[in-house]
């Protein structure tokens, strides 16, 4: 442990640094894990401005005597990236600084984003060789420390053997230019440059050897050690690609050309400090191919590797039926109608060709060849690039969802990256399924097959000294098993704190005596990520889960059944991979893509709430300011719910959390104005014209200020006539003893009775929306009926803690359809986000609750009634083009299928963004303080594409939300669904047809 003045350095580091250095508890508590097993609370935090400012960030914490650790994106698996003074490179250090076509390079800075270089290389037709699945958020940066690998490393290797060149800084501040030995012009291998042969591979050496200073101490000390252990390094260190534990000294060999650049890659950040990188690019195949091959079981599998590797595939990717039985059901059954072929695990190969032809014959080429194998194998040729990507998601999302076994119980990494010679992945598995067996251990395995490369994520007690010790035996017995095999402890994620200790097993006390010289050469003050690799620290040491956090019994307002009732069980979800930090796709996180800080990410909060438990650097409980700031810019979306491969569900968090912050206290304005909105609606819709006229007026100002809303929105308008009062005269009453209530004319129809959801919004806000559906339900043979009292789903008060309050309301109003859901009659509901609350919230808040179970299974969209209660009813032929707005509850919780099927039907052609939440999400972008981010968020691809529009383009969002910030911020007035098919019907509706402007937060 390296001791130094905490303080002191952080008064040095403001008063010198452009960017920042904090040491505050919220800010450390932020980094305190990668995605590994690992925590280690930071002393600091530094966010370097530049690159210049970064070097100054090493160095005054090198002269203090201060442990360094760089940070990317923090997905490393094995705590390579946490501890000591964290300097976080991804915020600003993120400039792609030169493509070149011609002599295919990119040269980019350290916190670039893998997926944001290959975006930019592949107008050129090249992409970067190494592309691991972490590829959205994870940074060259990072790759480089790593040596990152990825599906096509089976073609193209890993980030060592795609670098060209590297600008690093030591810790005492030395600056050295490396350039890879076969991008060197004094190479032989080049000898298209002047000089470069007459030079040759000796005087290369020597030039090295005769720089000045620093420079030239290190490559003496570098190439002494080599020439002095050439013996031992070549024994050792065998030709396994996927040798990626330990320094790579084979490299600062004369026979591999004594590339010092190359040798960096893979040595975790402890010897150097990435300033700068040349990458090489590769050329993208003209065309791919999927072969998609199918087994009875992973060990199969893997002994079809070595029978296809010859034919030189691009990729061979494996996943087993495990993963893909707990993939989303339309997820699977998207990749089954992709081709995924009959079997219990699969190989994914993919196969390039100079056209689409000659990739399909070289991919028959290898079916011929199963065929004749005794292998039992299914397989499927997948040429379509669609069918391709289904197939591409289900590998990707494995990695996440192997973080739980299907019945819930957790499953950690530790022994997940091990890499044997491929011919010998079928004995690996073997064995270590009778290792697994005999430790009483089960995982989920997927991997990198081509490679040997295989990660499992295992049923570790990690949460007791019992089990921790019972870890390390299964590791070391399993890592005999590699060494036995010829492998490596590590195939790409590398050695951090879960490997490091095992460095001597797997070569030998004389080799880790070597790599501690090459450290002393590099850091002799031992400053940069200590214990990583040399000087390794016990494997079992700072684990994540043996803190106090686990204990801790909280009383909560959700059940969370997911998570055995557990509040610290469900913060355990988050493993930290990060998926969350991605720029673009899906719902997840938009507070984190507007403002790209840690803080506002799923992840940052998730783990600040885990600190909030451990109560070591949070220590305010529920009362802690550090979680509810972090928490100020969830838009309770759901987004993570849908998306988060473990599914973290921080919308419920938030609401569990703000329940208990603001117990007994006084809450934001927002809370009361909005949060109420159900009640204050239900007032204003006896003189709805004076309060419009009220808050139309000069005094909309003030009224806005009391309310918490953000001055830049609108207070909602509330409309003329209630849906209630819009369909009296429509009315008779029910049957049902409780739930007797009001209900449209069409006493006998075929569809059946259908209650209709009257939700606050579609009821005080947007009537016309209730009107519309009403005219749908009964053009398709329902009686539509409407619950008899006023009833709320309580959801406003959800999304602002107000629990106990939200838990009456929804008690009151499932009684109102008690009748009903004991009748099975089916509950349509308009506004996806109420919806959600009966399908996702109402069960967690009122688990004993009979009505609250049924509801959950009797609530539909509109789409999913018609589909399910009139298969046969034909919509009207709407047609023309929709621009559809999906809103962000319904991905999460609801589906959007029959949606979609729906529209089909109805001849609409429409276009669905990939555009998120819509950032308005239900109060959130009305509160005061949200205005920007919500509009930022909104601004990423929904209100660009709504403006582009052509004006016949109908703009169609189901969420209240939605069409308010469409309204707000565009002009353009969006429909629900339900006034689309509306208006089409051949029947004019006798109803109230849609009016009124775009209203009010809705949900
Ligand atoms: C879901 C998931 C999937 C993954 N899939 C793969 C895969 O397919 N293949 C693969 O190889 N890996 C994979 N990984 C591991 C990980 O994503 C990669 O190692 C990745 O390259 C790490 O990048 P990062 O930006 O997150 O780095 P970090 O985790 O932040 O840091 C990684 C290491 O780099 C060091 N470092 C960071 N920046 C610098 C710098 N400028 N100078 C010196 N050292 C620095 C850190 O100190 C640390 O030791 C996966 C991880 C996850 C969570
Ligand atoms: S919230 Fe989900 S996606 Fe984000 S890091 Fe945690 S587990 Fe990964
Ligand atoms: S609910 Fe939405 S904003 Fe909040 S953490 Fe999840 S994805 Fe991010």
Redesign the pocket.
Known sequence: MLAYDVPALISELRATLRGTASGDPGVRALYATDASNYRVVPDLVIVPADVEDLATAVQLGARAGAPIVLRGAGTSMAGNAIGGVVIDVSRHLNRILDIDPQARTAVVEPGVVLTRLTGATAAHGLTFGADPSSASRATIGGMIANNACGSHSVAWGTTADNLHALEVLLSDGTRMQLTAASADPADPADPGIPGGRAAGADGRRLAMAARPGREGEIHRALQAIAAREALLISRRFSGLRRRISGYPLERLLPAHGYDVARFLSGTEGSLAVTLRATLDLVELPAATVLLALGFRDSVAAADCVPLVLPHGPLTMESINATLVDRLPREVRGAAVAAGLPPGDAWLLVEVGGADPQDAARAARAIISDLQGSPLSVTSSLVTDPGAQAVLWRCRRDST?LATRRSDGAEAWGGWEDAAVPPERLGTYLRELDEILAAHELSGASYGHFGEGCMHIRMDFDLLSRRGAARYRSFVEEAADLVIRLGGSCSGEHGDGRARSELLEKMYGADVVALFDEVKTVWDPAGVLNPHIIADPAPLDVDLRHLGRAKDRRLQTEFSYPQDAGSFAQAQR????????LQSSGGV?CPSYQVTREEKN???GR?HLLWEMLEGEVITGGWRSAEVRDALDLCLSCKG?LGD???N?DMATYKSEFLHHHYAGRVRPASHYSMGWLPLWSRFATVAPGAVNALTGSRLQAPLKRLGGIAKERDIPRFAARSLRSALRGRTVTGAYSHGEGVATRRPTSPGGKVVLWPDSFTSFLAPEVGTAAVAVLEDAGFEVVLPRRPVCCGLTWISTGQLGIARRVLRRSLRSLDGYLQAGVPVVGLEPSCLAVFRHEAPALLPDDEGARLARGLTFTLAELLATYAPHWTPPQVGGDALVQTHCHQHAVLGFEADRSLMRAAGISATVPDAGCCGLAGNFGFERGHYEVSRAAGERVLLPAVRAAPPATVIVADGFSCRTQIGQETGRVPLHLAQVLAAALPRPSTLPGPSGPPGPPGP
């Open positions: 996440g979800r988050c493993v930290g991979v990060g998926k969350c997840m990410s799923t992840r998730a993570c988060c491969p473990v973290v």
